[in-house]
């Protein structure tokens, strides 16, 4: 059986991570409170009993607060971080007195926000760092100065990026002497033009695809992990009522009830289930502090293991309103 890309890589085998933007309180400037630290700590020891190990982040992330409060439960239990998996991002500026909001790939960029994600976080290194967004003003030359920086002070160790097209990575790997492992993208059950993008070749449906031709086989072919942020698309399919639905939507909805019945689990295993069935060995990055939600979605690895082809296509069908071929 194929294996998670990061895991080939000796990694992690966490085929869940856990997405640490809830982490921290409110986006503001407000200092970070005690209950927000414990909080912090509750949802991490949640993920580890059921096998998470690996722990997303960004330095924008309720403004830094996200990783302030997972340093300081990293302070209260040190040894935990040899257990863990740790990546945070950069390269997304709010609007300040300087300019608008923007995106910033340039090196005194990139190296000045992983010090201060470290300080934050109070570690030594990251495992991967990730570039948030791309920035149209990139300069491959100089990021590649900025990653070989990094890792040869020991403050990185892998790199990757989000929201990237193939053309993007190629392009940014032509100047590093390493490969980027991963991408993180928007995919769910919701979000679905990651398969479409292959599905509809040579139909005029596929005119309507917002997804980058080629991206998942390249991502196959390069063993870059593939990596799915928003993937319960905020509980749309597994628990939230109030969003007002489409049919497909709510067929879904109750396709995705009626699985879970049959298969014993939880709502939000069958949809993440589903995602990871996927040959590309996607990794849901689980975007919530809630403890039960979060112990929910550990079933996940044993559905994406026996969901079958026939199930798989059910849930695509029914999510899209169309019939197949």
């Not at 032509?174 to 980027?180: C, F, S, T, V």
């Not at 991408?183 to 679905?192: A, F, G, I, T």
């Not at 849930?315 to 019939?323: E, T």
Request: proline share 3%; glycine share 6%.
């Amino acid at each position: 059986m194929r294996k998670m890309p990061l895991e080939t890589r000796g990694i992690t085998s966490s085929r869940l991570a856990l997405g640490c933007m809830g982490f921290g309180g409110s986006w503001d400037r407000s200092p970070l409170s005690d209950d927000e630290v414990l909080k912090t700590e509750k949802a991490v020891d949640a993920a580890i009993s059921t096998g998470i190990t690996m722990f997303d982040h960004a330095n924008i992330y309720t403004m830094g607060k996200a990783e302030e409060a997972f340093g300081r439960m990293l302070q209260g239990k040190p040894s935990l971080r040899e257990q863990m998996v740790i990546q945070s991002k950069c390269g997304i500026r709010f609007a300040d007195d300087i300019g608008p909001g923007r995106y910033d790939f340039s090196k005194e960029h990139i190296l000045a926000s992983v010090d201060e994600i470290l300080q934050r976080l109070t570690v030594d290194y990251l495992d991967i760092l990730l570039l948030h967004r791309p920035d149209p003003l990139m300069e491959p030359e100089e990021v590649a100065e900025a990653f070989e920086q990094l890792k040869s002070s020991g403050k990185v160790r892998n790199f990757g990026v989000s929201n990237m097209n193939q053309a993007q990575i190629q392009l940014l790997e032509a100047y590093m002497d390493e490969k980027l492992i991963v991408n993180q993208l928007e995919m769910s059950l919701h979000k679905v033009d990651f398969a479409d993008e292959g599905v509809h070749v040579n139909q005029e449906a596929g005119l309507s695809v917002h997804f980058t031709s080629g991206l998942m086989e390249h991502c196959m072919k390069e063993d870059i992990q593939i990596q799915a942020w928003s993937p319960l698309a905020k509980g749309i399919f597994s628990g939230n009522n109030s969003i007002e639905l489409t049919e497909a939507e709510a067929q879904t909805k109750e396709l995705v009830a009626k699985m879970a019945a049959e298969k014993e689990t939880s709502l939000e295993a069958i949809v993440l289930g589903w995602l990871m069935r996927h040959p590309a060995k996607i990794q849901p990055i689980l975007g919530t502090t809630n403890v039960q939600r979060i112990k929910d979605s550990a079933d996940a690895v044993r559905i994406s293991e026996t969901m079958t082809r026939e199930e798989w296509y059910d849930l695509y069908v029914s999510s899209r309103g169309v019939k197949l071929p």
